[in-house]
């Protein structure tokens, strides 16, 4: 399935929910307990889908499913599971914007028109002002808006100067207001 | 945090069961996956598949027999006995989601999914192995001995 599924806008992991003690699921996943592992995707895979979703769009479950992939292979270099959500994010995005970019090679050019204004359909309307711009600059808006990270936690997760993820959020911004006011 | 959708909603991805077992599979080394299409719905597909005591000996070459010891209060198996053809037992803890199913022994694991793709077709995954420490390194020597032909066993149930 190909899908992404318009939703009310899911808070983030509230404080709590990061806090709670995942500590001994991680080390029992990270043991090789497959059930453990099992119980744990069940946990991850909603945050997961919540940072794909906006950034990989209509790739955004091949993102997840990839992202996920990499988060459980890589689980036993996880050192503190405190850390946890911290490390799932940067490898989320990170995925996310290598699956839509390799996506959007693909994708032949006349599909970014521009929905008509007043479109009752605000969901819709959101994903289609999402896809015009590039997976980088959604990365960034996601991180921001919809994370509520600073600038530079944005500029150390993705890797790039804070100069760029401040020229990033000022034109995905722009161009978001610009679309969403047409 | 600062909308600039007007409130609207943030698109968020969807991780059917198959790409949920996908992972698991991929994060559980010295286990192979396979997975097709079949022509049947998803109710039927899973019906099938979660007659455990049936299906398990005929996806794992390595189960002569798989009984089920304890159920929860919907008569889901949450717990089994399985039996190598050399006689050896292993009791397995079984985990069910929708359309999903995971179960683990000390030394073998599995677990199979649905996910329907239109009208009456559904993509089938399953994946199975050992469970030891150091079986990344055996890993491409077990797998033939373990399910060769699992899913295309499992498909043929539904062909006339």
């Known amino acids: ?182 | 945090m600062n909308d600039h959708t007007g409130g609207a909603a943030w698109p968020v991805a969807e991780l059917d069961p198959v790409r949920r077992l996908r992972v698991l599979a991929a994060a559980t080394p010295g286990t192979t996956y396979g997975e097709l299409v079949i022509d049947a719905s998803v109710d039927e597909v899973w019906t099938v598949a979660t007659d455990l005591e049936r299906q398990m000996p005929l996806l794992i070459n390595d189960i002569r027999s798989f009984t089920v010891t304890s159920s929860d209060v919907t008569g889901r198996p949450v717990e089994a006995l399985a039996r190598s053809p050399f006689g050896l037992r292993a009791r397995f803890d079984i985990v069910h989601r929708e359309q999903s199913c995971v179960m683990q022994s000390r030394f073998l694991v599995g677990g199979l999914a649905a996910t329907a793709e239109g009208h009456d077709v559904t993509r089938f995954g399953f994946f199975g192995g050992l469970r030891i420490p150091g079986v990344r390194l055996v890993d491409r020597v077990f797998h033939p001995f373990l399910h060769h032909g699992a899913v295309e066993r499992f498909a043929a149930q539904f062909r006339p």
């Open chain 1, 1 to 182: 399935m190909t899908t992404v599924t318009p939703t009310s806008p899911a808070p983030p992991p509230t404080t709590t929910a990061r806090r709670d003690d995942l500590g001994p699921l991680v080390r029992s996943a990270q043991r090789g307990d497959r059930l453990a592992t099992d119980q744990l995707l069940d946990r991850l895979t909603p945050y997961v889908a919540r940072l794909c979703g906006p950034i990989a769009l209509a790739d955004g479950p091949d993102a997840t499913q990839e992202a996920l992939i990499a988060v459980f292979r890589n689980l036993r270099q996880l050192k503190e599971p405190a850390a946890l959500f911290g490390w799932v994010r940067a490898i989320a995005v990170r995925e996310a914007v290598r699956v839509a970019r390799a996506a959007a090679r693909d994708l032949p050019a006349e599909l970014a028109d521009v929905p008509a204004s007043g479109d009752p359909q605000l969901a819709a309307d959101v994903q289609d002002v999402l896809a015009r711009l590039s997976p980088h600059h959604r990365a960034v808006l996601v991180l921001r808006d919809l994370e509520g990270l600073d600038e530079h936690a944005v500029s150390a997760l993705l890797g790039v100067p804070e100069p760029t993820v401040r020229t990033r959020l000022f034109r995905a911004r722009r161009r978001f207001r610009k679309e969403w006011e047409a």
